[in-house]
């Protein structure tokens, strides 16, 4: 268990990423093609990318360089994953180039006593081998990452109009209130699932990067060395497959509404495009975007916005008649 210790300045300093960090998304990534955790809800993506991975030839660099320094345990470089990368990819490899040279080693010294660490990969220190590494990191995102970048997009926006409704409705510590059940807010602190142990975590008035992570499964993820900048990675909530609700068919808001659209409505609880709410129902975009209109003029969810993506969530009514529809 994380324990991350809060102050009022902390508080007043806690924010949600406004856009996936490409670096973090690497990192995530990876650990989805070496574990079947969460399988079902990236079936699509990786059956696309493993085309992508032979046509582009990039199997050797991921086997041999990517994910050594990637592996699917308790740890890997924190500086992989730098603070700047929030501005972008290029922000991103600039940092991981500009590393300190002690750093480098340091954390791929712990990498080597935690997973067992490439020969290699001890040359990061030297600029050469380092600039591999970032043109690897460039052509795996450009291909694997970057071709989903909407739908990935999409899904963050999703989740930051949940987190502005929980901040809007009780600040910032609704806002954190708001992660449970994954995580628990005890004021002034926050409980988060984590690598065996206890570790803590005190912000001392840094305040908390909230980073709602597309490809981030089961647990959420810190950086290992508690001097960086704060900064806490976190699953988006996945819906249940279209199957698995099939048993919502007799329920009685499914008899008031109809399957389909009912099923629209319990998606728009956590905020979702019309492509999820078509997904959630298995049904087409404009049947999706038909349910929504109705929904809508009945005062059951409102739509806005973002740039290229629109999004659903509840109106007080249509979260009060769910609430109504599951006491039942």
Not at 135 to 153: C, G, K, N, V
């Amino acid at each position: 268990m994380l324990h991350i210790h809060f102050t009022d300045s902390d508080l007043a300093h806690t924010r949600v990423a406004k856009a996936p960090d490409p670096l973090w998304e690497i990192a995530f990534s990876m650990h989805r093609l070496q574990t079947d955790q969460g399988r079902w809800a990236f079936a699509d993506w990786r059956r696309a990318v493993s085309g992508r991975v032979r046509e582009q030839g990039l199997r050797p660099v991921l086997s041999t360089v990517l994910l050594p320094l990637f592996p699917r345990t308790s740890y890997f470089p924190d500086f992989l994953t730098p603070q700047l990368a929030s501005e972008g990819l290029d922000a991103g490899l600039e940092a991981v180039m500009a590393t300190p040279d002690q750093q480098v080693r340091h954390e791929i010294g712990l990498l080597d006593q935690v997973a067992g660490a490439p020969a290699w990969t001890r040359r990061l220190s030297e600029r050469d081998t380092r600039e591999a590494l970032v043109q690897a990191l460039r052509a795996y995102h450009r291909a694997l990452i970057d071709p989903f970048s909407e739908q990935i997009q999409a899904h963050l926006e999703a989740d930051r109009a949940v987190r502005l409704r929980d901040l809007l409705n009780g600040g910032v510590p609704g806002l954190l209130q708001g992660l449970a059940p994954l995580m628990q807010w005890r004021p002034p602190v926050l409980e988060v699932p984590y690598v065996a142990g206890r570790h803590h975590l005190h912000l001392d008035g840094r305040g908390l990067l909230l980073l709602p992570s597309y490809f981030c499964w089961g647990n959420p993820v810190s950086l290992a060395d508690p001097s960086l900048p704060p900064v806490l990675a976190y699953p988006l909530k996945r819906r249940l497959l279209p199957d698995a609700t099939a048993d919502r068919d007799r329920t009685p808001l499914a008899v008031l509404l109809g399957s389909s659209r009912a099923t629209v409505l319990r998606s728009a609880a956590q905020g979702a495009t019309t492509g999820e709410l078509a997904r959630a129902a298995a049904i087409s975009a404009p049947a999706a975007s038909r349910h929504a209109n109705a929904l809508r003029e009945a005062g059951l969810i409102t739509t806005h916005r973002h740039g290229a993506c629109v999004l659903h969530t509840l109106t007080p009514l249509g979260a009060s008649l769910l609430r109504g529809a599951a006491a039942q």
